[in-house]
């Protein structure tokens, strides 16, 4: 048990080099090897996710180092929740490449293992400049297979994404740097003792680098006005691999919640850093995700758009900061992102079926298999709405629930009820063009039959399944969301009940 917390890491990260010495061995030995990695880090977090339930906080200290001097992975009830989900989006994405996208490019397989390496390294890591490698990690890994397969769409959303992220990677050294040279310490847990007793001459600096620290999170969650790189980027990758990227904004949430619940609490220096403007950049986030949804004119770039209102309603809860909010971005997070990863998986199986049409919003000769696909897109569309009787549905009941409050009430009521109502209008108008209204002669090659793939049907039962298990999965959020906003049991795990310690201090 000792090891669990490194696993859903290692496996992958095994995998991605074992993949890399196979090269030229044929796409059968690659994807056997691939799915079985998969399985085996899905049986890791699975274990990992038991083992968690209990409320233990597990450490794992690489080369049994103490912190905050060595490495160390960190699982409580949320990091084990998040491996899960990783492993549980990985495995349909994998199958769903492995029918043909895997091999138009090069090591797909393991530029795939490695970024599940570095997302799953993300959420387990308890220190902040681990964290930092870990998102390079999984960046780099995603340059790669967001061309994967070529074309100038491709190549175009490529650089735009690493141009991007190479700066918030610069802001995220200097963050880190300045953090470091205050403090002494980039340890979560330690930095939990130390931020409540920063000397007043170094508050403001220490804020500074608290805040070049979260806007990075919030790049990486896509917030506004730094989210109008995600739909086309999105869009433009392969079917497979969007359905990864549906987890890809969920990590700079989770950074984000973790960094505001552990550290900031009782610090002078995180003191108000979220508010008031987080809130604002929130809903707005919604809106714009909203408005981009209502003018897509492919299905990939709705279930992008859509990625864009999650990050959005998730932040929104994250900035509220109180324990029931927590809980329900805990049980809204797993729902959104399977349902839009299940959209991004429907748009490449519908692209393929239509020809030249591809997923494009526009009528078209009818879909071979459009009965099954046009039910596998009813369940998501229900799903991805919050339309009752879904998982989507109990998901924004819970968070109107708990996030919101004062004047803010009224607002996040209706932004989320406008979006849901706007989002049904945009999935009814895409299943009138795509499978209901008259239809044009075929242009270019057809596919000769549609099927909803085993990939495709994981993803569609994912909804409905979260719902039959809404008192269980409801009851273990709220149980990390308290684990998370208690904090004492994470730092005294990591730390133990915080030694004075010599420190590096800035000349």
Not at 266 to 271: Q, T, V
Not at 461 to 475: H, I, M
């Amino acid at each position: 048990m000792t090891h669990l917390p490194i696993l859903p890491f290692l496996i992958p990260f095994a995998a991605a080099g074992i993949l890399l010495l196979l090269t030229g061995k044929g796409p059968a030995v690659t994807r056997g090897v691939s799915l079985l990695a998969a399985g085996l880090g899905l049986a890791a977090s699975l274990a990992l996710h038991l083992a968690v339930s209990s409320g233990e906080v597990l450490v794992y200290r690489l080369g049994n180092w103490p912190a905050p001097f060595g490495i160390v992975f960190v699982a409580d009830r949320l990091a084990g929740l998040m491996v899960l989900l990783l492993f549980a989006l990985a495995l349909p994405a994998l199958l769903a490449a492995s029918r043909g996208t895997d091999i138009r490019g090069r090591h797909f397989h393991a530029l795939f293992q490695f970024q599940l390496a570095g997302i799953a390294g993300a959420f387990l890591t308890g220190d902040l400049f681990n964290l930092f490698v870990c998102f390079e990690i999984l960046l780099i890994a995603s340059y790669a297979l967001l061309v994967h397969a070529g074309g100038l769409e491709r190549t175009r959303a490529g650089l735009a994404y690493v141009a991007l992220n190479l700066v918030g990677s610069s802001l995220f050294l200097v963050g880190l740097g300045l953090l470091y040279g205050t403090m002494g310490t980039l340890n979560l847990a330690d930095l939990a003792f130390e931020l409540p007793h920063v000397a007043p001459d170094d508050v403001p600096l220490v804020r500074v680098a608290l805040m070049l620290v979260s806007l990075v999170f919030l790049l990486k969650a896509a917030v506004l006005p730094m989210a109008f790189w995600l739909p086309h980027t999105y869009a433009a990758a392969t079917a497979p691999v969007a359905a990864l990227f549906a987890i890809m904004t969920k990590v700079g949430v989770i950074a984000l919640l973790r960094l505001a619940a552990v550290a900031l609490p009782e610090s002078p220096a995180g003191a108000l850093l979220l508010q008031p403007w987080l809130p604002v950049l929130a809903l707005l986030t919604i809106a714009l995700g909203t408005a981009a949804a209502l003018a897509a004119r492919r299905l990939a770039v709705v279930a992008a758009s859509l990625v864009l209102v999650s990050s959005g309603t998730l932040l929104f809860a994250v900035a509220d900061g109180r324990e029931a909010a927590t809980a329900a971005i805990l049980y809204y997070l797993p729902h959104t992102t399977l349902v839009t990863a299940g959209l991004f998986l429907l748009a490449g199986a519908i692209g393929a079926a239509r020809g030249e049409l591809g997923d494009r919003l526009a009528r078209g000769p009818a879909i071979p298999g459009a009965r099954r696909l046009g039910l596998a897109f009813a369940v998501l569309a229900l799903a991805v709405s919050g339309m009752p009787p879904l998982s989507g549905f109990l998901g924004k009941l819970m968070l109107m629930q708990g996030a919101g409050s004062g004047p803010w009430q009224v607002a996040w009521w209706a932004v989320l009820l406008v979006s849901g109502l706007a989002t049904a209008l945009v999935l009814a108008r895409t299943a009138s063009l795509l499978f209901w209204e008259p239809r044009e002669p075929a242009r270019g090659p057809v596919a000769a039959g549609a099927t909803v793939s085993p990939a495709l049907l994981l993803l569609v039962l994912a909804s409905p399944a979260l719902t039959l298990a809404a008192p269980a999965v409801a009851g273990y959020a709220g149980a990390a969301a308290g684990q998370l906003h208690a904090r004492i049991p994470y730092m005294v795990a990591v730390m133990g009940s915080g030694p004075d310690i010599a420190r590096e201090r800035r000349p």
